[in-house]
């Protein structure tokens, strides 16, 4: 997305085209090439990461069988990714918003339909994959038809663009990487923990990535192509008082997220999760990972705003090398925590690692003089706080105990949470609009 944003700019239209052939070109040769092989060698990678199904032949065909359906989805994910950055690059947020729901569409209709029909049913799930990978690619083409990027692809390896991004991905890749062996350590750890442990994080995180997915990736994605188009116009204070607005957004969303996920995280979890054998004992041990890891969300959320700043600016190895150190913090971090606190020491230990990331990504800014904070923060602040103050309050105050929550019938459970998160948000909103917030204060178009 910088790459194009910047042919965009200093680049005529045609330019630009030739541009998204050539990456469409070399992407999908390359992508594809790795779909065919990892398609052929699908039963050399089940025995590489699942060995233990060598010793049941049925489970380990099935396995790779699978495999074999599923792994064309790089193939179109990796397409409908890039066509949409191209999107993206153009102010088009809503198409590629709407496209991974062909997935889960698809796989709906796999288990629905396609399952019974078939004599072994979790292959169904298999091609729902494949299907809903090439649905989303589909669902963009008329949409980039209408932007005049429906090109067709070549091969530009040589071409000054494509180098270019791919000099930029490797870093990311690597960045990436990071969260990918972090992740894979908390779950070792929690597997030495109390059984039930890596179930608890999993399905307290799950709450976390929801108010992560709606506000602090949103925000990370609808700035990264105005950051790319101001810093390919040299327009400094624009590119900053982006980032500014991007920071006090992911405050005045998620210091409320932070609050609400902390108090309802037991009403939450048994509204969600407490059927079947997710018992009522499981509600409370994932409620104190969900409190540990609500109180990361804002420093999640900075990251997501932070790291465009320098990817905008094609710099993606700072966000790395501070990824990094955000890792080996968290580890240490594990460690300590793990002994005294179990599965929320864990938990924990990510949340701090968050602020970490985003602390160091924050300072880095500052220093290269990227980022100057604009006026009026100090009253941004307070009013902000007091606003969460009174949501604190109300429900702190406010909603039963957990132990009430579980005993409850589902469907007084939703009721209940339902009118709790409507009060919520009325508080909150109520709040900021006697300390002075207006409609247009909460839109990106006012800062942006």
């Given at each position: ?15 630009v ?20 092989a ?57 198409v590629p ?11 709906i209709?796999?288990?629905?339909w396609?399952?019974p029909?078939?004599?072994e049913p ?12 090439l ?14 990027f429906l ?22 890749i690597?960045g ?32 976390l990535e ?10 990370g ?30 405050l ?9 996920l902390?108090l309802?995280a037991?009403p ?11 018992r ?11 409190v ?5 969300l ?21 966000p ?9 913090a ?9 002994f005294?606190?179990?599965h ?8 701090l ?6 602390g ?9 003089g ?20 009174v949501?604190a309050?109300?429900?702190l ?12 019938t ?7 949470l ?15 609009a006697?300390?002075?917030?207006r409609k ?8 942006v």
């Amino acid at each position: 997305m910088p790459v194009i944003s910047e042919y965009r700019t200093r680049q005529p239209e045609l330019a630009v085209r030739e541009l998204v052939a050539s990456v469409s070109g070399t992407l999908g040769l390359v992508v594809l090439l790795v779909s065919v092989a990892g398609a052929i060698a699908a039963p050399l990678l089940v025995l590489a990461f699942a060995p233990g199904f060598l010793d049941q032949p049925e489970k380990f065909s099935l396995a790779s069988e699978m495999l074999r359906i599923t792994f064309p989805y790089l193939f179109f994910v990796s397409l409908t990714a890039l066509a949409g950055g191209v999107l993206n690059t153009y102010d088009r947020f809503g198409v590629p918003a709407v496209t991974p729901a062909f997935l889960n569409l698809a796989m709906i209709g796999a288990a629905l339909w396609l399952a019974p029909r078939m004599d072994e049913p979790v292959v169904a799930l298999a091609w729902g994959v494949f299907a809903g990978g090439l649905a989303q690619l589909l669902f963009q083409l008329p949409f980039l038809w209408r932007r005049g990027f429906l090109v067709r692809p070549r091969l530009g390896f040589r071409h000054e663009g494509v180098r270019r991004v791919m000099r930029l991905m490797l870093p990311a890749i690597f960045g990436v990487s990071v969260a990918q062996v972090s992740l894979l350590l908390d779950t070792l750890l929690a597997s030495f923990l109390e059984t039930g442990s890596v179930s608890w994080l999993y399905y307290s995180d799950r709450l976390l990535e929801f108010p992560l997915g709606i506000f602090g990736i949103a925000l990370g994605t609808v700035i990264l192509p105005s950051l790319s188009r101001r810093f390919a116009e040299g327009a400094h204070e624009s590119f900053s008082a982006t980032v500014d607005w991007a920071l006090r957004s992911v405050l005045l969303l998620g210091l409320p997220a932070t609050i609400g996920l902390a108090l309802l995280a037991g009403p939450l979890l048994a509204t969600l999760f407490q059927h079947g054998e997710f018992r009522s004992a499981d509600v409370y041990m994932a409620q104190l990972s969900l409190v540990a890891f609500s109180a990361g969300l804002v420093g999640f959320m900075a990251v997501k705003v932070l790291a465009p700043a320098f990817y905008s600016r094609q710099d993606t190895r700072t966000p790395v090398r501070v990824a990094v150190v955000a890792l080996a913090a968290n580890m240490v971090m594990n460690l300590m925590l793990i002994f005294p606190l179990a599965h929320a020491g864990l938990a924990l230990a990510t949340s701090l690692a968050g602020f970490v990331n985003s602390g160091l990504l924050y300072r880095l800014l500052r220093a290269q003089g990227v980022y100057q904070p604009a006026p009026g923060w100090p009253a941004f602040l307070a009013r902000v706080l007091v606003a969460n103050a009174v949501l604190a309050t109300l429900l702190l105050f406010g909603p039963a105990e957990t132990s009430v929550w579980t005993h409850l019938t589902a469907r007084s459970r939703l009721i209940e949470l339902g009118l709790w998160v409507l009060a919520g948000v009325a508080a909150y909103l109520g709040a900021l609009a006697l300390l002075g917030f207006r409609k247009r204060d909460l839109l990106p178009s006012a800062r942006v």
